[in-house]
């Protein structure tokens, strides 16, 4: 009787997992859009892998690279607002 019972366990583990797998695998249905903004937020590994390495070739690679992010969160040559904060009124 406890044959059974670890046979049906069996079955019934191989059967979820079946099934789970095939859940994972179906398709994920994106637009155009959303595939570019991930393509762009997202970088792979290899791409991280040839920044850092040149980053570390070409030392003016790193300063483009701050400047893009700089102009994309639009403060780039921008002067900052220096001393205690506090603002004088004329």
Known sequence: MQDWVGAIFI???????????KALSRP???TA?????AAAENS????AMSNALQELVDPGFARAKAV?????????????????????TK
């Open 33 to 37: 859009e959303e595939f570019e903004k």
């Open 28 to 30: 994920r249905k994106t």
């Open 68 to 88: 893009q992010t700089q102009m994309k969160d639009g403060r780039y040559q921008k002067k900052k607002d220096e001393g205690d904060g506090a603002k004088e």
């Open 11 to 21: 079955a019934l583990l191989i059967i979820g997992a079946l099934i789970g797998l």
């Open 44 to 47: 792979t590994m290899l791409g």
